[in-house]
């Protein structure tokens, strides 16, 4: 079966640095997206990887391993903004995303 | 770029009537949009795939004739929730896929409309 696996939520302070790590199960795979989702709001896309390694974009760094089936968000000089859930969706052999229910981060000052 | 509108981004309706949700891709188009519904603390459900000018596809679980999936054109497609229930009360979403695939071939999501069910 298809299955995401992410801790349900998470604690760190403003100005820190969260990794938010994610497994995956998938039937076939075609990279893997983060989204950022606000509460009462539609994800909006953070970031996408298909090749291992890391991929930069501002605060905002993903990495992608392939043949563990690992990914992890990690995000830097945390801000009170960045309180939201943040969801691994990897693509499958179809081109569908597979959601799981996502990380809850909670940000303290 | 890359925006999507939904409307209404809320409605309430009694139970036994029918509510219509437009999407709508402004300034790019989708031959590809896709219906979510998310209940509170769940993850995303994909409820079907819409392809422009053909039947929606619906996943397993989600019946057809009760979630009327229209696709008439590149920017626009339409869930219609008929004779709605208390238990269809969810948060909507619809995404898109830019034609031109986008630089990561990723889906644009709407705001989302909210449906209450009395």
């Known amino acids: 079966g298809q299955n995401i696996d992410q801790p349900t939520e998470m604690t760190a302070t403003e100005g820190a640095i969260v990794q938010i790590n994610c497994t995956y199960q998938?039937?076939?795979?075609?990279?893997l997206f983060w989204y950022q989702q606000h509460a009462g709001e539609a994800p909006t896309f953070l970031s996408y990887n298909v090749l291992d390694g890391l991929e930069e974009k501002g605060r905002f760094s993903s990495f992608l391993s392939r043949s563990k089936g690992y990914s992890y968000l990690l995000l830097k000089e945390l801000q009170m903004k960045d309180s939201a859930s943040y969801l691994c969706?990897?693509?499958?052999?179809?081109?569908?995303?597979?959601w799981g229910a996502g990380t809850k981060l909670i940000i303290k000052p | 770029g890359a925006v999507v509108s939904q409307h209404p981004s809320w409605v309430i309706c009694k139970s036994g009537t029918s509510v219509k949700i437009e999407c709508r891709s402004l300034?790019?188009?989708?031959?590809?949009m896709f219906w979510y519904r998310q209940f509170p603390k769940q993850s995303l459900m994909l409820m079907a795939t819409?392809?422009?000018?053909?039947?929606?596809?619906?996943e397993q679980g989600v019946e057809k004739d009760k979630f009327l999936i229209n696709h008439a054109s590149l920017t626009l497609s339409t869930l219609t929730v008929t004779s709605a229930h208390p238990e269809d009360s969810s948060f909507y979403i619809c995404?898109?896929?830019?034609?031109?695939?986008?630089?990561?071939?990723?889906?644009?999501f709407g705001p989302g409309t909210r449906l209450t069910v009395l």
């Open positions: 819409s392809n422009e000018g053909s039947k929606a596809t619906y």
């Open positions: 300034d790019f188009q989708a031959t590809t």
């Open positions: 995404s898109a896929r830019d034609v031109a695939g986008g630089e990561y071939n990723e889906q644009f």
């Open positions: 998938t039937s076939g795979f075609n990279g």
């Open positions: 969706a990897p693509l499958d052999s179809n081109y569908q995303l597979i």
